[in-house]
RNA sequence: GCGCAUGUGGCGUAAUUGGUAGCCGCACCAGACUUAGGAUCUGGCGGGGAAACCCGUGGGGGUUCGAGUCCCUCCAUGCGCACCA
């Protein structure tokens, strides 16, 4: 009886549904263990077979765990808000939460097809209002918090009022100083916004116009957007954000308490980019006005010869003089209106102007003069900069450009020509710099940042370049922002009134006025005195919150997913305390990785959360790759009279290669587009070639299907096919001399490993695979490709061995075609066997080896069906320990042995060491290091012994010639190396 | 430019963590069976050589009785960040 996967899949996948078999409890008095996949967004075009390879990595490590005696949180669901369904949305006027549902449930039933161990029950989509409600909420919780950075915390806002209006501090309102108790009320709120963790504040943001909307940081990239790959301006506005860099020390040094991998904390580390060093301010002759530069390298002050100011730096134009005001202005014109990616792509160019003014230099009085330049950055530091161009590679280029002064105050460790480049290492001996004289780089930065604090001219800071996120989106597709705005102060909605949901609106474009697509409802103010959204009352807000709000706190809502009280209650908030593994791509790596953290800090500080870091473990799978299948194409239009190329023509019925090759055509027609094959290629010169895609089902190991090919170009007329000796046309062979011939040759293609996507006809859906060969073994060989966390190409080809596996597997439990497993006593041949895969498998498990085990598994199946194996003591384990990664055929065989389903709740069998306990080695034998032969020997004899019997051995004769070796090295159980 | 990965047969990979390089598969080759098939089974399969042997884990050097593994150096590929003061 062979193996019906179709149907016992599809009759497990039920059963579990049906049971809830992978419901997980919120009371156990089993350990807990929390086992997270990244939320999917449902886009359009479905799974292909990459998406899963996470989960399927996750689901075996859940399935194990249970199988451990852990009571196992495994939820899934889904990213649901974001830009691709509101795109589609603008294009066709479908409302996004019906494409949304769509994908969702294509994805659904993708995903039950690859038999995963979820507790359904607890999906969540962020796109629900009951869950955007607590989005929302934890929005409110923000704005009404402040970072209080000496107790190092989130602290409520209230206490912050407290201690202003307690002390009655002073505030700068409009270039005045004022007491907090005289101020009216706008100007408090005012001050405060300089405080909320959720703010509304102007920055320079990146503005994306064909989106219509700002961008964070990392949704941009090289200057583009990046999902539609978009230009991006700055610009600034007045916009919501996060004031995530409160917490960047926090996320910085806790990334040392998790186990999280190197290239993922590396990557926040550069993104938050903490520097040390110094503020200093610098007087502007014949001005009240002052200069704050931001420096890492204090100890060069006396080699500064100029300053530099961004092009959006406030003063810039404040302090140009009269003469060089039209100049200047024109400058920073020209730089404001530059797009990011403009800028970007002129790092290398130097470009700047003198402002006509000079500040003083704070310790020498010197006066130093000031310029504008683009290769500052507003957003950096103060967006000022002292120039010191002999130790500062890009002051460097800008005063050579400019001919301006180069003041060397550093002996250089080694040879260095300063007039060809700056010394930018932190080594070196000071000189021309007063009180630093003499010092090494470390020792003088020191000793200057001590005296600039000592003077009052600036002090010892630490700059980050991480910067606040941008919350706002000026777009329909999101989470309403839960705010009004009553005399321009900014008020959140009543808790108890969220959800705040999305307005029916028209059309998901902006408004005329350039107003978010929210604007467009005439009902969308919120009336204090009913209290509720209404058509008038106070305005409110019109952006929505960006993709990464939903998934900041979804694995707590996982937790307890239907609460209509709390995101989620204390008790299962303290019991599942955050996820144990957590698997997802690397692209999160500082994006949703980062803000997940930071919000998980802000609810810790809050008290609503016991955790201070989401995740404890975090693996990252690498991508799948694609496998295109390529053919070489000349493709244009022959006649029997063209002449077309040195390499070849066309003449007569004849085709002319190179070499004097020539292909004889059947009748005296013409063809259209050569292809040839592969391992023809030689045949004509490579610049007559172009490789195109072709579908990768129309192909079996880089062989083409040349009918099938002719029939999907139905553009084609009349192509022909070269092969080495025999070509294919309209639907025949022929050899070179033009006569018909029966054997058919082999049209290759060149395989290429390049992204999984629709237009290069590579793309492999799991639904496919798992019609073909079943769920369990698209898991089976999802993991045998290699290991997890590696990139590697998907190549179809390859499942034949896993197939073959899990027939075999199948086989050793029947006999005659029916189910037998016998009662008798295993032999030790076999119990050795099943321990060894155990032992190994285990291991594999737990280091998150799952490539390995499947190998194991393999051996295991091979070597019992050698020992024609079937013994109920060594399959019943072996079903349990393979039940992770191949579940439905476990679950079959576990009930043709007669047990109770499910699997699942089975136990993960111990392995005993003394069955793999071996009584003799077969001993590699060295000599100087090269491997000469093998002895057999008892493991119990002696080194000595050992030695001897090596030496006496008759192969080793020949090496040692008679005479003694130098030395023999004896390694009892692995290796025994003669060096003679 | 900086950072992080990764380099092993035709391909995906493995190697008890310093101890027999190439396990397990794919592809390929040969054979068996046969209602010719993209099924199953058996055997072979890093390169060179008739063989003895020699060469071989990106290149070069080093440590060691012994290196894919450790150290130095260079090269290549992929990813991330990038005028961050």
């Not at 130093?368 to 002051?395: N, S």
């Not at 050795?832 to 080896?849: A, G, N, W």
Request: charged content about 25%.
């Amino acid at each position: 009886m062979e193996y019906n996967f179709r149907e016992t899949e599809k009759n497990w996948q039920k059963y579990w549904a049906d049971k809830k078999t992978f419901r997980a409890e919120n009371n156990s008095s089993k350990p807990k263990y929390y086992v997270l996949d990244m939320f999917p967004y449902p886009s359009g075009a479905g799974l292909h077979v990459g998406h899963p390879l996470g989960y399927i990595a996750s689901d075996i490590y859940a399935r194990y765990k249970r199988l451990k005696g852990f009571n196992v949180l495994h939820p899934m669901g889904y990213d649901s808000f974001g830009l691709p369904a509101e795109q589609y949305a603008i294009q066709t006027g479908q409302h996004p939460a019906i494409t949304t549902d769509a994908n969702i449930a294509r994805y659904r039933e993708q995903l039950d097809k690859i038999g995963f161990s979820f507790d359904w029950d607890r999906e969540v989509r962020t796109s629900d209002p009951n869950y955007y409600r607590w989005t929302q909420w934890i929005f409110i919780q923000l704005f009404n918090s402040w970072y209080n950075s000496e107790t190092n915390k989130t602290e409520s806002i209230d206490k912050l009022i407290q201690k202003f209006s307690s002390k009655n501090t002073e505030h700068h309102i409009n270039g005045n100083t004022k007491k907090w108790n005289e101020l009216n009320e706008k100007e408090k709120a005012d001050v405060l916004m300089d405080y909320r963790i959720a703010y509304l504040g102007e920055a320079y943001v990146n503005w994306c116009p064909a989106l219509g909307t700002v961008l964070a940081n990392d949704e941009v990239k090289d200057g583009v957007s990046e999902r539609g790959g978009y230009p991006v301006e700055r610009k600034l506005m007045k916009q919501w954000s996060m004031r995530i860099t409160a917490y960047a020390d926090r996320l910085l040094n806790d990334l040392e308490k998790i186990d999280w991998s190197d290239s993922i904390k590396e990557a926040q580390r550069n993104w938050i980019g903490k520097s040390e060093g110094a503020s200093l301010e610098f007087k502007i002759q014949n001005s009240d006005d002052t200069i704050e530069v931001f420096t890492t390298r204090p100890d060069t002050v006396f080699g500064i010869s100029f300053l530099t100011l961004a092009p959006e730096h406030e003063l810039a134009e404040k302090i140009t003089t009269s003469e060089k005001k039209q100049e200047v202005e024109a400058y920073i014109a020209k730089a404001r209106n530059r797009s990011e990616r403009e800028r970007q792509a002129e790092v290398n160019t130097v470009s700047g102007v003198f402002t006509g003014t000079y500040a003083i230099h704070p310790f020498t009085g010197e006066e130093i003069p000031v310029w504008v330049g683009d290769y500052v950055l507003a957003g950096y530091g103060t967006g000022a900069v002292m120039a010191v161009p002999a130790h500062d590679e890009r002051d460097f280029r800008f005063a050579s450009f400019y001919h301006l002064p180069i003041k060397q105050v550093i002996i250089p460790t080694g040879e260095h020509d300063f007039s060809k480049t700056s010394w930018d290492e932190k080594e070196g001996t000071l000189i021309n710099s007063s009180f630093l004289d003499g010092l090494n780089v470390k020792d003088a930065i020191k000793k200057c940042i001590a005296e600039i604090e000592k003077r009052n001219l600036g002090k010892g800071k630490i700059n980050y370049r991480l910067r606040d996120a941008v919350f706002g989106r000026q777009r329909y597709w999101g989470e309403p922002i839960p705010v009004y705005y009553k005399n321009g102060i900014a008020h959140t909605l009543p808790e108890n009134k969220l959800p705040l949901h999305l307005p029916a609106i028209d059309k998901f474009l902006p408004t005329e006025e350039g107003e978010p697509p929210l604007a467009r409802s005439d009902k969308w103010f919120w009336n204090e005195e009913t209290q509720s959204v209404d058509k008038t009352g106070f305005p409110i807000e019109t952006t929505t919150m960006p993709g990464w709000a939903g998934s900041s706190w979804y694995y707590l809502r996982y937790m307890d997913a239907h609460n209509k009280k709390e995101f989620a209650s204390a008790d299962a908030l303290n019991y599942w305390q955050n996820v144990d593994l957590y698997i997802g791509g690397s692209e999160h790596a500082t994006g949703h990785l980062l803000y997940v953290r930071f919000w998980t800090k802000a609810l810790k500080d809050l008290g609503y959360i016991q955790v201070e870091e989401p995740a404890k473990k975090l693996i990252n799978q690498g991508m799948i790759q694609g496998v295109s299948e390529k053919i070489y194409w000349q493709g244009k239009t022959l006649n029997p009279k063209d002449t077309v190329s040195i390499s070849y023509h066309i003449g007569g019925n004849r085709i002319y290669l190179k070499n004097n090759m020539t292909i004889v055509l059947p009748k005296n027609e013409a063809c259209e587009s050569i292809f040839i094959s592969a391992d023809a290629i030689d045949y004509l010169d490579s610049e007559n070639l172009s490789l195109i895609n072709v579908p990768i089902n129309l192909t079996q190991n880089s062989e083409l299907e040349l009918n099938e090919y002719k029939n999907f170009r139905n553009d084609l007329t009349r192509p022909i096919f070269i092969c080495k000796n025999s070509y294919w046309f309209e639907g025949a062979w022929y050899n070179f001399d033009g006569n018909q011939i029966q054997v058919p040759s082999k049209f290759l293609t060149k395989p290429e490993v390049e992204k999984m996507s629709k237009s290069k006809w590579n793309v492999v859906n799991p639904d496919e695979v798992i019609e073909k060969y079943g769920a369990d073994c698209l898991r089976l060989y999802e993991m045998f490709l290699g290991p997890l966390e590696q990139s590697k190409p998907w190549n179809t080809n390859g499942i034949a061995g896993v197939s073959g596996f899990i027939r075999k597997l199948w086989k050793l439990y029947h006999s005659n075609d029916s189910f037998y497993v016998s009662d008798d006593a295993p032999t030790q041949a076999e119990l050795k066997t099943l321990h060894k895969t155990i032992k190994k498998v285990q291991e594999d498990i737990e280091k998150f080896s799952f490539n390995t085990s499947v190998s194991s598994f393999m051996i295991c199946v091979n070597e019992l069906t050698d020992l024609k194996c079937n013994k109920r003591a060594i399959l019943e384990p072996l079903a349990i320990i393979l039940s992770p990664y191949a579940p439905h055929i476990a679950e079959e065989l576990w009930k043709l042995c007669g047990h109770e389903p499910s699997i699942a709740h089975a136990e993960f069998p111990a392995y005993n060491e003394s069955y793999l306990v071996e009584d003799a080695f077969e001993y590699p034998v060295s000599v100087n290091g090269k491997t000469r032969f093998k002895i057999n020997l008892p493991l119990q004899i002696s080194k000595d012994e050992i030695e001897q019997r090596v030496l006496a051995a008759e192969e080793m004769q020949k090496w040692t010639n008679g005479s003694a070796p130098k030395k023999v090295i004896v390694v009892p159980g692995r290796i025994v190396n003669v060096v003679i």
